[in-house]
Structures are given as structure tokens and as C-alpha cells.
């Protein structure tokens, strides 16, 4: 059964500090990779995905993730934080295999919060 | 830009009571789903449609049931609330069967059940 796994609930870290949110899941087979954004009262919105070729993907906010297959990691960095970065972040894989229906699952989330 | 409403951002309901969320998407989305997200344990998939009328159940299903009448909303029906089910309840539509399909979320609806 595939499952996500974030690490850290709660991440303090510095305005303009460099920050990894780290994710690892479990599956037997190839996946598709997300990391998901919920600022405070909105829902989620997809920040970056990883299908396939390079396994560094950026988001437009200067968030970046690289997909490690033989560690099975998903972790998100960005060098250098916003206040507006304060947010949960949510980790989720969906495999490959197809059957009726191949659900997205999310992992845990990690509350950011940015101090100024 | 893909809009997903939902009717209710906070719900106040007594245990027993029969309550309807309901979740309306602007973009032709084939794909809707109902989530409910909790601290510490993420979201988890109640129930999902496909298609007009077609549903699947998800993780835990148990306790609700939906409602997929016309291809823009779809419903998430507690048949009679109890307690456990004050949650945050997240709707999210996405557009086909591709493995990469994005999904996007509504704001939620925050429900307390006392």
C-alpha cells in the first residue's frame, strides 16, 4: 500500500532563511509526485509536480523539489523564505498502475511558519 | 482560472441533524472528489465521482454519502451528524482520467458537530 510520510508537523524557520520540508513515501511501483500549498482560510493549491524527465522541478515562487528514486524522497526547498511562504504544505503520490481509479494520497502536511 | 465554490465556509449543526455540503466547479471538471482533512493525519479521501451519477467511495466512506446530478456539483450528504464528524471538508474537482491531472480545491467547509 503506498503511504506518505512528512517528517516534520511544524517547521519555524527565519525570514530569508533557507528551508527543506522533507518528504519520503512507500510504493511498489512508479509514481507521480505533488507538493500542495494551503495559505491560512483557502484551500489547497498545487505548488510543483513531478512526472517524469529531470527530477529537479521548480515553482514559479522559488520553491523547488527534487525526486530522489532510490531514497524514495520528495523534499521541497527554497533558499531563502518569505513571510507570505507561512502556510501547510502537503506531500501526496499517486501511482502509476492503473485501475479504476489511481487516488492521490497526501501525506501528514507541514505547518511553515515564517518568522519575521 | 478554475473556480471550485463551496456553499458554507462554517457549519454549526446538532448531532442527528442531516446536513448538505455542497460543492459546485465552473471548469467541466469530469472528476470530483470530497475530502476531509484533519490535524495530524492530512486529507483523506471520503468519496469520488467520474462521471454524472457515478460514484466510488474512498477511504471512509462510512457515515456520508453524495450526490452527482449534474456534472458541476457535486454533494456530500451526512445522513445523520454525529461528533466525530467535525472536520474540515474539502472539495476538488480535476479535468480527466491522465495520471497527472491536477486536482483544485475549494475552501473548505469547516463543520462542527455538537
Known amino acids: 500500500a503506498q503511504s506518505v510520510t512528512q517528517l516534520d508537523s511544524q517547521v519555524p524557520v527565519f525570514e530569508e532563511a533557507p528551508v527543506e520540508l522533507r518528504c519520503n513515501y512507500s510504493s511498489s511501483v512508479s509514481v507521480y509526485l505533488f507538493w500542495y500549498v494551503q495559505y491560512p482560510n483557502q484551500g489547497l493549491q498545487l505548488l510543483l509536480k513531478?512526472?517524469?524527465?529531470?527530477?529537479l522541478v521548480e515553482s514559479i515562487n522559488g520553491f523547488e523539489a527534487e525526486f530522489n528514486k532510490s531514497q524514495t524522497s520528495f523534499h521541497l526547498r527554497k533558499p531563502s523564505v518569505h513571510i507570505s511562504d507561512t502556510a501547510e504544505y502537503f506531500c501526496a503520490v499517486r501511482n502509476l498502475m492503473k485501475t479504476s481509479y489511481d487516488k492521490v494520497i497526501f501525506g501528514p502536511g507541514t505547518s511553515l511558519s515564517v518568522i519575521p | 482560472d478554475v473556480k471550485v465554490t463551496q456553499s458554507s465556509r462554517y457549519l454549526v449543526k446538532r448531532t442527528g441533524e442531516k446536513v448538505f455540503l455542497e460543492c459546485v466547479q465552473d471548469?467541466?471538471?469530469?472528476?470530483m472528489f470530497w475530502y476531509r482533512q484533519d490535524p495530524g493525519l492530512g486529507l483523506r479521501l471520503i468519496y469520488f465521482s467520474y462521471d454524472v451519477k457515478m460514484k466510488e467511495k474512498g477511504d471512509i466512506p462510512e457515515g456520508y454519502s453524495v450526490s452527482r446530478e449534474k456534472k458541476e456539483r457535486f454533494s456530500l450528504i451526512l445522513e445523520s451528524a454525529s461528533t466525530n464528524q467535525t472536520s474540515m471538508y474539502l472539495c476538488?474537482?480535476?479535468?480527466?482520467?491522465?495520471?497527472?491531472?491536477?486536482?483544485?480545491f475549494g475552501p473548505g467547509t469547516r463543520l462542527t458537530v455538537l
Open positions: 476538488a474537482s480535476s479535468f480527466g482520467t491522465r495520471m497527472s491531472d491536477t486536482q483544485y
Open positions: 513531478y512526472l517524469s524527465g529531470s527530477t
Open positions: 471548469m467541466d471538471h469530469e472528476n
